[in-house]
């Protein structure tokens, strides 16, 4: 299977701080201008290459081991992994190596340093 990787980090949760203001005849929809904070969160996505299925999940934290292990459970456990990732340092982390090594059945390709998607 070939799977396309990305992952999106530091994505702000905002949320308004009042509920949308109601809708009037000519009157556009109107919300508040200030917004709460709910911190941060990384999205990981794997996009099924052959099909469009998607992989994806929203973490507190930019650790790859977590993603690879939702891979590893949402695909076939007989199908070898062809991941086509980016150049990413976190990609190629001591923790993510170690990972590989138990996980044969992975395989990542690096697109060229530099390029875009």
Known sequence: MV???DEKSQIQALDHSQPLLPLRPDQVERHTHDYLRHGT???FAALEIANGKVIAECQSRHRH???L???DKQTPPDKDLHLIIDNYNTHKHQKVKNW?????RFYFHFTPTG???
């Not at 590989?100 to 044969?104: F, S």
Request: charge should be positive; proline fraction near 0%.
């Open 65 to 67: 081991q977590e993603f």
């Open 69 to 71: 292990k939702l891979i």
């Open 3 to 5: 799977l396309s990787v």
């Open 100 to 104: 590989l090594k138990h996980h044969q």
């Open 41 to 43: 969160t990384c999205l």
């Open 115 to 117: 390029s875009s998607w």
